[in-house]
């Protein structure tokens, strides 16, 4: 049993950056690929950016992409997300989540994952 737990959501103001951190336990970090995904009450969770078990394959949708940076470091079983230039509309609850997985293959989907950490409230405000 895989156990992720997210850190570092706060208020911040627009513009300002942010890290969010994942921090694994139960398992070897290595075996799985990850992502992260956020939610605002109301709306489906929503893929925010995803990563394979070395880090060197990564995936980002548009409204995220050049302003977020995933990585991994596998020696410390953590995985962060780099968040600058944020805006209002980036406000949500972030989750982690992990699927088991080797090779270079990364994950979009909600329902591709195993596991889900408890989510970590990232606020921005105008």
């Known amino acids: 049993q895989v156990q992720l737990v997210e850190s570092g959501g706060r208020l911040v103001q627009a513009g300002d950056s942010l890290r969010l951190s994942c921090r694994a336990s139960g398992d070897t970090f290595s075996n799985y690929a990850m992502g992260w995904f956020r939610q605002t009450p109301g709306k489906e969770r929503e893929f925010v950016a995803a990563i394979d078990w070395s880090g060197d394959n990564t995936k980002y949708p548009d409204s995220v992409k050049g302003r977020f940076s995933i990585s991994r470091d596998n020696a410390k079983n953590t995985m962060y997300l780099q968040m600058n230039s944020l805006k209002p509309e980036d406000t949500a609850e972030y989750y982690c989540?992990?699927?088991?997985?080797?090779?270079?293959?990364?994950?979009?989907?909600?329902?591709?994952?195993?596991?889900w950490g408890q989510g970590t409230q990232v606020t921005v405000s105008s």
């Open positions: 989540a992990s699927k088991r997985a080797s090779g270079p293959y990364y994950y979009t989907m909600v329902a591709s994952y195993d596991y």
